[in-house]
């Protein structure tokens, strides 16, 4: 069974930055597609990054330039570096892990989802 927990979340002000981690158990990463997604209040989940197994990244259009996405495959650990964050990037911030053979979107029943670290950013 994977288990993805993450860490990392906290309050800053605007122009701060966090970093997130995501440890696996379970599972090694470097087989598995991953994703960082959040989901503001009242608003639905929306994906942030996503890093393949060849280590090619992707950004949503909102936190390019911004945040990066990497993995450290020795330690089983997603990060996510937030830098120059914004009120608007105030969410609950999810990893997610697509295994080989996985089709479909990432809400599918075959990904797997850590439960969440908050990030709250004031003006």
């Given at each position: 069974?994977?288990?993805?927990?993450?860490?990392?979340?906290?309050?800053?002000?605007?122009?701060?930055?966090?970093?997130?981690?995501?440890?696996?158990?379970?599972?090694?990463?470097?087989t598995?597609?991953?994703?960082?997604?959040r989901q503001a209040a009242g608003k639905q989940r929306e994906w942030v990054s996503s890093v393949s197994t060849d280590g090619s990244t992707s950004y949503a259009d909102s936190v390019k330039g911004r945040f990066t996405i990497s993995k450290?495959?020795?330690?089983?650990?997603?990060?996510?570096?937030?830098?120059s964050l914004k009120p608007d990037d105030t969410a609950m911030y999810y990893c997610a892990a697509k295994p080989a053979g996985c089709a479909g979107t990432w809400l599918g029943g075959c990904n797997y989802w850590g439960q969440g670290t908050q990030v709250t950013v004031s003006s």
């Open positions: 069974q994977v288990q993805l927990e993450e860490s990392g979340g906290g309050s800053v002000q605007s122009g701060g930055s966090l970093r997130l981690s995501c440890a696996a158990s379970g599972t090694t990463y470097n598995y597609r991953m994703a960082w997604f450290d495959n020795a330690k089983n650990t997603l990060y996510l570096q937030m830098n």
